[in-house]
């Protein structure tokens, strides 16, 4: 550098570049932006509450008669449940799963078990040139005629896709006893006593839940101090369930104490299988120094665990040459050892069948090409493909503010788009209310957020302003109509004659480029969820505001309410649209889990 200056300052850049490379790729790796607002504990406990009743549709709804796939729809209380799925649904079936394990209202082994069956379901789905078909009939697991594409859609599903990928192999680094996993079950008691409340159930049975939740109060996040407990609890749920089953009809307090017996045994399977040594037949041998220092609860994870069995078997089959003739304190330690090894077989197992769902996962992301919709003329996705016709249809995604933004995205990182069709998503600007938003096709909150639930935002960006003003030009026009904000596509209630809602685009007229927008005022609470990761504060009054409202339901908040005057009767505010559609609730559980469990699914 020194004998020829002019060529190393023509290579500085270059070289000031690469010796930054490092942090610039440590920057892109960071978590989205942090909430602006810290969040209280009351708030937080109405986003698990509200959370844990929208798992609920997941739980109760994905069953081996659906072949472990989802309804679109589910009504109530005239029961009507639509029995397909989308290629959207199904990616946000398996991170909802992914969202309750990170909330600790599933476990471990439940959601890989779970997950592998959805797989095996999706194995049989017919495709299209390694393409998923946009619906799918659940019970028959056929393609839904007329057979179409959609390119927004299997967008979405290999997003949801890879936060497979990622949940799995994280799975098996993280610990497998969280304090979100205790927090789980003291959910389920809160919602429990308020359903009993509302239920007017007596108040011996209040009595014994609060007893449940003064055991499970007490508990500290080592397991160490469960297995008592959880007996006490399992006895007290028996006793519950029983005094229940008489009543004529089945009641919300039946379906949640039944659930609550799952999740304690859950729970008691969970120590028993990954640390065994804290059962109580085995305290006198965990009582030795130096045992239990051994297996500290924090450290377990699977990862970690073959290693942790091997130096605790070598402990104990040390104590066995060392501890004399005691027959009853010999037969304790042989059968310690045993759990200890098959403690050590499962970890390994449920790792290899994490690795596999893994490369499930992945295998199906990559068999879906982006450049099967790619038009090259125009450098943008066509919408989607009719395989009745064999032809794609004439209209293309072409707005950044748009769903469509996660899978153009996608298809670039896979190396299926160029650059320029990043490039070519245009990004026209509109001023609303004072706010600078980029122009979506309706003005949905559901264009601007979606992405988001996969997608970082970084700060100070394009993206970064447009969601924003997006949130606050949909909260200035709700505020201005007097009703709670967050709209989006959604039902309506008109009812068809099949007994099914309407369903339409519902948005923000100032921020649309499409001039036939709906003036129809319907707001969804998804939208108000979606928007958790750019205004906290905000969406969390907004959705007690739709929860004093009533807007809140078994399986979480429904799925929309109407506040327009032509369709509602003398003296009504607003009609309750009482379903829920699969999508949005896996929307709604998913930015929860984003908000509480520092970016779950991004």
């Given at each position: 550098a020194l004998e020829r200056p002019a060529p190393f300052m023509i290579a500085l850049p270059l070289l000031v570049l690469w010796g930054l490379s490092k942090p610039i790729q440590q920057w892109f790796d960071l978590p989205v932006r942090k909430p602006d607002a810290k969040i209280e504990a009351e708030d937080k406990k109405l986003l698990r509450h509200s959370a844990l009743r929208?798992?609920?549709?997941?739980?109760?709804?994905?069953?081996?008669?659906?072949?472990?796939?989802?309804?679109?729809?589910?009504?109530?209380?005239?029961?009507?449940?639509?029995?397909?799925?989308?290629?959207?649904?199904?990616?946000?079936?398996?991170?909802?799963?992914?969202?309750?394990?990170?909330?600790?209202?599933?476990?471990?082994?439940?959601?890989?078990?779970?997950?592998?069956?959805?797989?095996?379901?999706?194995?049989?789905?017919?495709?299209?040139?390694?393409?998923?078909?946009?619906?799918?009939?659940?019970?028959?697991?056929?393609?839904?005629?007329?057979?179409?594409?959609?390119?927004?859609?299997?967008?979405?599903?290999?997003?949801?896709?890879?936060?497979?990928?990622?949940?799995?192999?994280?799975?098996?680094?993280?610990?497998?006893?969280?304090?979100?996993?205790?927090?789980?079950?003291?959910?389920?008691?809160?919602?429990?006593?308020?359903?009993?409340?509302?239920?007017?159930?007596?108040?011996?049975?209040?009595?014994?839940?609060?007893?449940?939740?003064?055991?499970?109060?007490?508990?500290?996040?080592?397991?160490?101090?469960?297995?008592?407990?959880?007996?006490?609890?399992?006895?007290?749920?028996?006793?519950?369930?029983?005094?229940?089953?008489?009543?004529?009809?089945?009641?919300?307090?039946?379906?949640?104490?039944?659930?609550?017996?799952?999740?304690?045994?859950?729970?008691?399977?969970?120590?028993?299988?990954?640390?065994?040594?804290?059962?109580?037949?085995?305290?006198?041998?965990?009582?030795?120094?130096?045992?239990?220092?051994?297996?500290?609860?924090?450290?377990?994870?699977?990862?970690?665990?073959?290693?942790?069995?091997?130096?605790?078997?070598?402990?104990?089959?040390?104590?066995?040459?060392?501890g004399g003739s005691n027959v009853e304190s010999r037969s304790a330690l042989q059968l310690l050892r045993s759990a200890v090894g098959r403690t050590s077989s499962i970890a390994k197992s449920m790792t290899t069948r994490l690795e596999r769902v893994a490369e499930r996962a992945d295998t199906l992301a990559r068999s879906m090409d982006f450049n099967f919709f790619f038009d090259k003329k125009k450098k943008l996705m066509f919408t989607g493909y009719n395989a009745e016709e064999g032809k794609f249809t004439p209209s293309h995604y072409d707005l950044m503010a748009s769903e469509v933004r996660s899978g153009v995205y996608a298809g670039i990182a896979k190396g299926e788009l160029p650059q320029e069709s990043w490039l070519a998503l245009e990004r026209k600007m509109t001023s609303y209310k004072d706010e600078q938003v980029m122009l979506s096709w309706t003005g949905t909150m559901f264009e601007y957020l979606m992405p988001v639930l996969w997608m970082k935002i970084f700060p100070n960006t394009i993206i970064d302003e447009t969601t924003r003003g997006a949130v606050r030009a949909q909260q200035r026009y709700a505020d201005d109509k007097g009703i709670p904000w967050g709209i989006s596509e959604a039902s309506c209630s008109i009812v068809n004659a099949a007994g099914h809602y309407h369903y339409e685009a519902f948005g923000v007229p100032g921020i649309a480029v499409s001039r036939d927008l709906s003036r129809d005022l319907v707001v969804s609470p998804y939208s108000t969820f979606l928007s958790l990761m750019v205004d906290p504060k905000g969406a969390i009054k907004n959705i007690q505001r739709m929860k004093d409202l009533g807007f809140l339901g078994s399986h979480g908040f429904y799925e929309s309410v109407d506040y327009t005057k032509s369709r509602l009767k003398k003296g009504e505010k607003f009609e309750i649209c009482r379903c829920w559609l699969a999508h949005h609730s896996g929307m709604s559980l998913m930015a929860v889990a984003n908000i509480l469990c520092d970016g779950s699914s991004v």
């Open positions: 929208t798992w609920r549709l997941f739980r109760e709804y994905s069953t081996a008669e659906e072949n472990f796939m989802i309804p679109d729809t589910i009504m109530k209380p005239d029961p009507l449940i639509v029995h397909r799925i989308s290629t959207t649904n199904l990616g946000l079936l398996l991170n909802s799963r992914l969202a309750a394990m990170d909330l600790g209202f599933l476990t471990l082994p439940e959601f890989l078990t779970d997950t592998e069956r959805s797989f095996d379901s999706i194995d049989k789905m017919p495709r299209h040139e390694g393409q998923m078909y946009n619906w799918y009939d659940n019970r028959t697991l056929d393609a839904v005629k007329p057979r179409f594409i959609s390119a927004v859609d299997n967008g979405n599903l290999v997003c949801a896709l890879w936060t497979v990928k990622q949940g799995c192999l994280g799975a098996i680094r993280e610990p497998l006893f969280k304090p979100e996993t205790l927090q789980g079950l003291r959910d389920h008691l809160d919602t429990i006593e308020e359903i009993f409340k509302s239920e007017n159930q007596e108040e011996t049975l209040l009595a014994g839940v609060r007893e449940m939740k003064q055991k499970v109060g007490t508990l500290s996040d080592s397991p160490a101090t469960w297995l008592d407990a959880l007996a006490g609890c399992e006895r007290v749920t028996v006793a519950l369930a029983k005094k229940l089953s008489t009543e004529p009809i089945e009641t919300e307090a039946q379906w949640w104490v039944y659930e609550l017996r799952l999740r304690i045994s859950h729970l008691e399977s969970l120590v028993y299988d990954f640390a065994p040594w804290l059962q109580p037949q085995f305290a006198k041998c965990t009582a030795e120094p130096g045992v239990l220092e051994l297996a500290p609860a924090e450290k377990l994870t699977l990862e970690t665990l073959p290693k942790i069995c091997h130096t605790l078997d070598q402990k104990l089959w040390r104590m066995l040459e060392e």
